[in-house]
């Protein structure tokens, strides 16, 4: 399967705890986003990142969110102490700028704090 | 006014018919636009894109209009499977990657 990739696909946490969510782009792809929906909501654009880089964080809350993109291995995007109003599902999607800049989106993480 | 608009929905269209959405965006320096389809609690998937000359993909066609800032998606022939919601997918800024995308406009098509 060469599409994106997401895990886990479902997560709960505890408020207070850490969530890590992960995301491998499509093969040949070195543009990764992250994005969030809330539930009857829509997608809002979090982070874009290319390999050890962030390009643009501007959607990404101040506090507790942190995303990363290796070198090596997939792209992680981080919530430290959750809170309930995190519970949502977070895409990522990868694109080949090359290739006019469709992006294509994983399965999801669909995170719930209890 | 927000970035992307997009018809309110929802559409309750009989199998057969034909529906169109429309989706205006207010930044007039983008460049790039999408269509993607979600289905309930799945990731969007890319229709299409929508290149100024229009496009068309079997049943459906895609359509951009420069001037007042708004593309269009129309569905010829709807089926059942067409069932889900349409998003519009504008990138936000002049740097190119950041895509804004619209609320979604959601479709039933009914037997």
């Excluded at chain 1, 709960?12 to 543009?31: D, F, I, T, W």
């Excluded at chain 1, 874009?48 to 995007?77: C, H, T, V, W």
């Excluded at chain 2, 708004?70 to 069932?83: G, N, Q």
Aim: net charge positive; proline share 6%; with cysteine.
């Amino acid at each position: 399967n060469a599409g994106v990739m997401q895990n886990p696909r479902h997560l709960v946490r505890r408020r207070g705890q850490e969530a890590r969510l992960r995301c491998s782009p499509m093969k040949g792809h070195s543009h990764v986003y992250w994005y969030r929906q809330l539930p009857e909501e829509g997608l809002k654009f979090m982070v874009y990142l290319q390999k050890e880089n962030i390009i643009d964080e501007s959607g990404m809350p101040k506090e507790r969110f942190s995303a990363e993109f290796p070198k090596e291995g997939p792209s992680i995007l981080r919530i430290q102490q959750v809170v309930r109003g995190d519970s949502a599902a977070y895409f990522c999607a990868s694109s080949n700028r090359d290739r006019g800049r469709e992006q294509y989106f994983g399965p999801g993480t669909r995170l719930t704090v209890t | 006014r927000k970035e992307v608009e997009q018809d309110p929905g929802p559409f309750n269209v009989p199998e057969g018919a034909t529906v169109a959405f429309n989706c205006t965006y207010s930044n007039s320096a983008s460049q790039s636009f999408f269509w993607y389809r979600q289905d309930c609690r799945k990731e969007p998937k890319l229709l299409m894109s929508v290149y100024s000359s229009g496009n068309e993909d079997g049943r459906f066609t895609a359509q951009l209009n420069r001037a007042s800032q708004y593309i269009s998606l129309l569905i010829r022939d709807s089926k059942l499977s067409d069932s889900a919601t349409y998003l519009c997918a504008v990138n936000g800024d002049n740097y190119g990657q950041n895509f804004v995308f619209g609320p979604g406009t959601r479709l039933s098509v009914l037997p």
